[in-house]
DNA sequence: CACAAATAGGAGGATATCAACCTATACAAA
DNA sequence: TTTGTATAGGTTGATATCCTCCTATTTGTG
């Protein structure tokens, strides 16, 4: 019964390791982000796309440092984020006031790739509310949301 | 009250974006990673190549495709993945009966690697734990894995 | 004012992730 | 046996992610 490659008394270790929360987690960002990207590829825009152009939308302008935080993500991913969004002029990176910041601000091309994945972003995510239900979902959101603060809280 | 660059009827569009399951589940996979990685950083093991690695350990020798599928990536992805485990000597990638198929199999420095890095993923996992309680986190990897199904149900 | 400390951001290098295409091997049908 | 199809992996190119330095600018202190 025992595999060949399994040391002894180390069943209970990969127990354990089979609960990580952070493999889990990855686990089921790549099988969701697979998901959204295919139903989204129409629109050519991605959902990791779609998440910061909303939130320049609906909330910029922003500096890197802040929509970073916003993204919980560190600035030089940003940094690399914004690449593609600018070259497609989604997106305006220009100097703000204090020299040192760049402001970033969305473009009328930028709301346009918007509307345009949105219906695509939204048969997306109602496939998993129908299958989970809104409650059982808005749930799982806020216990994330604990995981978060919890890893964060040092 | 509202942002200057929040166009009007945008606001339900905008509430809908937030709790996109991708993007939160992706955003926790951000700080979690970070966090873990941060903790394991003395053992030199990541908490992705950790996960490898017990896979390997536990259920191997593997061949790309199945343990591919056992990680829920694509083996394009493995196979980028797998280069500094095998540089790193803690895994062997050797052809298998069938030539077309590659072996994977932990070596020693691969299990020693394991061994060095399970008391600091232990003190990661298990500040989580603290936080939320074991119940809570068993209940949220559950629901995990039935958005993932949901995901790859077409 | 001059200089030191703090802050914002980028560059470089490494890993992670995927889709699309390509090659090598195995199998199956004629 | 030959030929065609299916399968296993790799390569390439793009994006995503982080950490560690480095530069430019601001701010604070003497």
Known sequence: MDGLHTPEGERSTEADLL?????????????LTRYYDEVMSP??????????LAAVAY???FTMKVLARALFMDRSTLTADLQPLAAQGFITIVPGEDRRTRMITITDGGLNAIQTALPLWRQAQSHIERDLGQARLGALLGELREVVESAQSQ
Chains 1, 2 share one sequence.
């Open 19 to 31: 609960d990580c929360v952070c493999t889990n987690v990855r686990m089921a960002s790549r099988v």
């Open 43 to 52: 629109s050519g825009v991605r959902i990791t796309q779609l998440a910061t």
């Open 59 to 61: 909330h910029g302008p």
